[in-house]
């Protein structure tokens, strides 16, 4: 995970969830639920980080494991978000 979006995702969930330890952090496909990453509680808190980040909005359609279960996921459902509205990810 090389992108804006990916480096940003990563620090958000290393700082908010991992409280700072990298090592624990997921491989970019693994589940950030199934690997005891977040919970549905913390899926909310990613839903808003990303939509104050990106200036995004996520439907309740698109929350589902496929958009925010993963740190690949997470990247290509935003990427697609900001390549549907035009704008660019902010470094």
Known sequence: MES???SQVRSFVVANYL???DA??????DSLI???VIDSTGVLELIEF?????DIS????ETVPQNLGSLSGIE?????????????PSA
């Open 50 to 54: 990303l939509e104050e980040t990106f």
């Open 58 to 61: 996520v439907a309740e359609s």
């Open 4 to 6: 804006s979006v990916g």
């Open 24 to 29: 624990r952090m997921p491989a970019d496909d």
């Open 19 to 21: 409280f700072g330890d």
């Open 76 to 88: 290509a459902y935003v990427g697609r978000k900001l390549g549907a509205s035009g704008l660019t």
């Open 34 to 36: 199934e690997g005891g």
